[in-house]
């Protein structure tokens, strides 16, 4: 089992920047690959990013492609979402979530999910 807990979301202004972060507990965290999706008000989740355990690679879903970083600390047990350039469409709750590291880094089979941060981005 994974738990995971979000913070970091809030009310920023279009063009700014916010940081998540995920803490999670329960199983070594470098044998997780993490993650996060979103979902918009009224649409479906949707995948956002990914890191490998190792931090060594990740991936990105292409609407947030260059203004997204993903990154872990190991050490804290922490994976991070650095959210820059944001747009009114980047509002959604944003959720953490986790898997076991094998194979490529992709969007699928996440079995581990946190609560959820919500995000709102004025125009």
């Known amino acids: 089992q994974v738990q995971l807990v979000e913070s970091g979301g809030g009310l920023v202004q279009d063009g700014g920047s916010l940081r998540l972060s995920c803490a999670a507990s329960g199983r070594p965290f470098t044998t997780n690959a993490m993650g996060w999706f979103r979902q918009p008000p009224g649409k479906e989740r949707e995948f956002v990013a990914a890191i490998t355990g190792s931090g060594g690679s990740t991936l990105y879903a292409d609407s947030v492609k260059g203004r997204f970083i993903i990154s872990r600390d190991n050490a804290k047990s922490t994976v991070y979402l650095q959210m820059n350039s944001l747009k009114p469409e980047d509002t959604a709750v944003y959720y953490c979530?986790?898997?076991?590291?094998?194979?490529?880094?992709?969007?699928?089979?996440?079995?581990?999910w946190g609560q959820g941060t919500q995000v709102t981005v004025s125009s």
């Open positions: 979530v986790a898997k076991w590291d094998y194979g490529p880094i992709n969007a699928e089979r996440y079995m581990y």
